[in-house]
């Protein structure tokens, strides 16, 4: 799971902070990375991510799911939950 964000983001910050508390639950289950698009903005041009917060679930490393706007932690947890 990729999650595109930054600095200035609440909605971001919220959703970041939720996800890190499962991965650590779930570290055998998947893997989270954070894009902060401030510090890294050629990657989020690559994947075409135009607004955060941005998730994107990968499976066997294909993107799978893309979630965008205000994301509650239940809607993500679900959304991760069909993919695992």
């Known amino acids: 799971m990729l999650i595109f964000s930054s600095p200035?983001?609440?909605?971001?910050?919220?959703?970041?902070?939720?996800?890190?508390g499962l991965s650590h639950k779930r570290?055998?289950?998947?893997?989270?990375?954070?894009?902060d698009i401030s510090t890294s903005p050629s990657i989020p041009s690559r994947m075409?991510?135009?607004s955060v917060?941005?998730?994107i679930i990968f499976k066997d490393?294909?993107?799978?799911?893309?979630l965008q706007g205000s994301l509650s932690e239940r809607?993500?947890?679900?959304?991760?939950?069909?993919?695992?």
């Open 8 to 20: 200035w983001c609440t909605s971001c910050k919220k959703i970041s902070a939720s996800l890190e």
């Open 27 to 35: 570290d055998d289950r998947f893997c989270l990375g954070i894009c």
């Open 61 to 66: 490393g294909r993107e799978v799911e893309r």
């Open 75 to 84: 809607a993500v947890t679900k959304a991760l939950e069909a993919h695992l």
């Open 53 to 55: 917060p941005t998730v």
């Open 48 to 50: 075409q991510v135009f």
